[in-house]
């Protein structure tokens, strides 16, 4: 990847989170999408902001963003884009919030930042190049044993349709870890699983704009990534990014067919 670019792009992450941070104090202007889907002027801004620098950093790129997406499904070079992945965590005051931009280009995430702005932390990877928080190289957890491992989940929005699997598989995997964190926000379950801090991290119901920069960056540390049969699919109903070393044990937790066979 070409380093011009990859500066461009780094910079136009930062001045987006730049939005966040200067935004923080101000009243919330609160809609809803859904029951609980918010979105805020914060929202807007940084998509505003970032509809119009990042094309300009490519010629015949096209943007894929939350709040104004039309499809699910990028083109062949198109920015992947959740201006603030978070927003219920912004909306409380809550400092995991994050802004997440990712290049798909030719069925694949190419490169992928994730920036926790009020934190001050900006993870990102380039495909073949590695994964960074601040300039720093960094690389998944070593830990192999699921009892010592501490697993990130979420909650999709639409829990209430799937609330019984969801809370067995909440229950199967406390059980068998060292504990479970809820941040709020996809993009750094992914990066802080990227970073060692997490040995794992699953969720349902998400979109491309959640997932797409972490994925990367889990790949890049020395993770894995898949669904729950297989490979994962940008926007599948699952995802499960681990070290490595705990996938399979992370993952026959959380096939619920499986535990319902061994149970009869």
């Known amino acids: 990847m070409d380093k011009q670019l990859v500066d461009g792009f780094l910079a136009c992450v930062r001045q987006a989170g730049g939005v966040v941070r200067a935004q923080w104090s101000d009243a919330k202007e609160i809609t809803f999408k859904g029951r609980i889907d918010l979105v805020t002027q914060t929202d807007l801004a940084v998509e505003k902001l970032l509809l119009e620098g990042l094309p300009a950093l490519l010629p015949g790129s096209t943007v894929l963003a ?31 919030v994050a802004v997440s931009v990712a290049l798909w280009k030719d069925g694949r995430v190419e490169m992928g930042a994730v920036y926790v702005p009020m934190l001050e932390e900006l993870f990102w990877a380039v495909r073949g190049q590695g994964a960074f928080l601040n300039g720093t190289r960094i690389g998944v957890s070593r830990e192999a044993s699921m009892q010592n491992s501490l ?17 067995l598989r909440l229950q199967r995997v406390l059980l068998a870890s060292q504990g ?5 926000s996809a993009a750094v379950d992914l990066a802080y699983t990227a970073c060692g801090r997490f040995e794992g991290y699953y969720e349902t119901g998400l979109k491309p704009w959640d997932t797409a920069a972490g994925w990367l960056l889990v790949e890049e540390a020395g993770g894995k990534v898949g669904g729950l049969e297989g490979a994962y699919g940008l926007g599948g109903h699952m995802i499960v990014a681990t070290n490595g070393l705990v996938h399979e044990d992370l993952l026959a937790l959380l096939r619920l067919e499986d535990a319902a066979e061994r149970a009869l």
Do not use: M
């Open 151 to 167: 697993i990130a989940t979420g909650f999709p929005y639409s829990f209430y349709t799937e609330v019984d699997q969801i809370c």
């Open 180 to 184: 479970i964190r809820r941040l709020g």
């Open 66 to 96: 939350e709040e104004s997406h039309e499809s699910l499904a990028p083109g062949a070079l198109t920015w992947i884009v959740d201006p603030v992945d978070g927003t219920t965590n912004y909306a409380h005051g809550l400092p995991i």
